[in-house]
């Protein structure tokens, strides 16, 4: 029996279920989506008014909204009420790593994924489909087809077809990675229902992007595709440490290897490390499911892409530290960038985090300016980092939003960029040279700046990857 799809539900209205329904909607207005999520304050954030106060900035994602918001596109906490109506449910929920419990600090927390499962389990008028959109541990399918056909209800006489579908967006192209993915991955046991989810993706994808797996290969490609670009950037990284060693230059090593078809040019900017919400709980999920079949060498193996990755955000913190004469205690240190990635407002893991701790334990004084991460999330992060932490309290560093980059870099001693919003390429360097404190650091952490404009300058740069051969600055 073909399966038609009028009514659509997401629970979890978040990164990645706002702005995937958002693209839904936009090219198939004769179904009605309902993005529902149990936080009521995101809920009237996606509801504002002032398309500016949306929880979540990605380029691109206003405009959608304001085509369809209203119309075919909708965001409520009446969970019940849309899992009801709807014929297909996508769940996009989050599943941290867990806290506490059997493959804490490795295992992802499935116990919201649960929650839907028997939300959907209830509520759900039959033959549903259900789409796995979150990143889940290989075999989740069937943890929820179990809740869905065991609870203690009517499910019996109700029927679900579950998809895994992961979603391959990286935050700040979002919107560009919806319109035009690479692929789109369904995988699945019922021709029907795949079809169903498929005919929606064909409104504006063409079917040769289309795959189709089973079910267990579609859910362990999305954990592998993050793990191994995950581990480009540990490799990259470890290869801009060799770089400052050597006086090679991280940029033209990435050129020059990423000529070569096989290995490919995306990917490989050398930065603090990789932070975002999934690379690092993919992989610790990877190497819990490895040791679980017992591979030992491959959970070490994946082990080491999250060692490297943390190695090179300290690294970059005692270079900083190093630099300064080995003390920061009372100096002026102004941090641009605190999201994980340039284009957006999300912070979760974002290496700014550990590079600005280890910085307060030493007693600096910062200043940070970010142009989109709300100074109140900045604090919860900030505060949370250094909760429990014994040693801050021994030095006493402080930290300071700012919204006015030269009236914080007035007497600093150091300016770190930490991310690569493309408007910090055109700060007035030569301006910022004549009013900071001598001697006066640039820390670029992303090789964002252009060294032809800086090396005319007289001010002390250092770069990543990059080995200064100037012996007064060593
Ligand atoms: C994504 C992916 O979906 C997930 O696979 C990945 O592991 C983490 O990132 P994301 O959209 O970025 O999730 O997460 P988040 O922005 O935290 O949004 C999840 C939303 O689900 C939150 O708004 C939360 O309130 C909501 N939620 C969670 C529910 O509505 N119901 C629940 O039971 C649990
Ligand atoms: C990632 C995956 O790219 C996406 O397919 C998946 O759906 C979710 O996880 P995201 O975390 O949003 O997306 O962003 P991504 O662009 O992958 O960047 C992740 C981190 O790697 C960021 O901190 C970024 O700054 C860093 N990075 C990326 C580098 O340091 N160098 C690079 O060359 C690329």
């Known amino acids: 029996m073909s399966l038609k799809v009028k009514n659509i539900c997401c629970i979890g209205a978040g ?26 304050e995101r809920i009237k954030k996606w509801n504002d008014k002032n398309l500016e106060n949306l929880p979540v900035f990605e380029p691109g994602l206003d405009e959608i909204i304001k085509k369809c918001r209203g119309l075919n596109l909708h965001f409520s906490t009446d969970i019940k009420k849309h899992i009801e109506s ?10 941290p790593t867990k806290k506490t419990g059997v493959g804490a600090g490795f295992a992802s927390d499935l116990k919201w994924i649960e929650k839907s499962a028997r939300e959907i389990s209830k509520y ?3 033959n549903t489909i259900i789409v796995e959109k979150s990143t889940l541990p290989v075999k989740t399918a069937s943890t929820i087809k179990e809740i869905v056909y065991s609870s203690n209800n009517s499910s019996h006489n109700k029927n679900f077809h579950i998809l895994s579908n992961p979603e391959f967006l990286a935050e700040g192209t979002a919107i560009n990675d919806l319109e035009n993915p690479d692929r789109v991955l369904i995988g699945g046991e ?19 992007k289309i795959l189709t797996t089973n079910i267990w290969s579609s859910e362990l490609s999305k954990l592998i595709a993050n793990a191994f670009l995950a581990q ?29 078809k096989r290995i490919g040019r995306d990917f490989l900017d050398a930065g603090p490390g990789f932070g975002g919400s999934c690379f690092k709980k993919d992989i610790l999920n990877l190497i819990y499911i490895s040791k679980h079949y017992g591979l030992d060498e491959v959970a070490n193996y994946w082990q080491q892409v999250l060692t490297m990755n943390n190695w090179q955000t300290r690294r970059i913190s005692r270079i900083i530290i190093e630099k300064l004469f080995g003390t920061i205690a009372d100096k002026k ?38 142009p989109k991460v709300d100074p109140l999330q900045i604090d919860i992060e900030l505060r949370e980092s250094m909760q429990g932490n014994n040693e801050y309290h021994i030095n006493e ?5 700012t919204n006015d980059i030269y009236e914080a870099l007035t007497n600093a001693d150091a300016v770190i960029i930490l ?42 740069y250092w770069r990543i990857g990059y080995g200064n051969t100037n012996l007064d600055h060593n």
Request: aromatic share 10%.
């Open 15 to 40: 990164y990645v279920g706002g702005p995937t329904m958002a693209v839904i909607a936009k090219h198939c207005p004769k179904i009605q989506i309902n993005v529902v999520d149990l936080n009521s």
């Open 333 to 370: 240190i102004v941090v641009l960038g605190f999201s994980f990635k340039a284009n957006t407002n999300d912070t979760r893991e974002s290496p700014a985090i550990n590079i600005c701790q280890e910085l307060l334990i030493e007693g600096g004084n910062l200043f940070i300016y970010d």
């Open 397 to 401: 560093g402080s930290w300071n939003f």
């Open 124 to 126: 759900a008028s039959g």
């Open 86 to 95: 709807a014929d297909l449910i996508f769940i996009s929920v989050n599943t």
């Open 190 to 208: 019922n021709k029907n229902a795949i079809e169903a989810l498929s005919n929606i993706y064909l409104n504006w994808i063409k079917e040769e």
């Open 232 to 260: 480009r950037i540990s490799s990259i990284n470890s290869v801009s440490a060799i770089c400052e060693s050597t006086g090679a230059d991280i940029k033209e090593v990435s050129m020059a290897i990423g000529y070569d």
């Open 419 to 460: 991310t690569e919003w493309q408007e910090f390429k055109n700060l007035n360097w030569l301006k910022i040279s004549q009013i900071m404190r001598r001697p006066a650091w640039i820390f670029d952490t992303r090789y964002l700046l252009n060294p032809k404009d800086i090396n005319s300058i007289d001010i002390n």
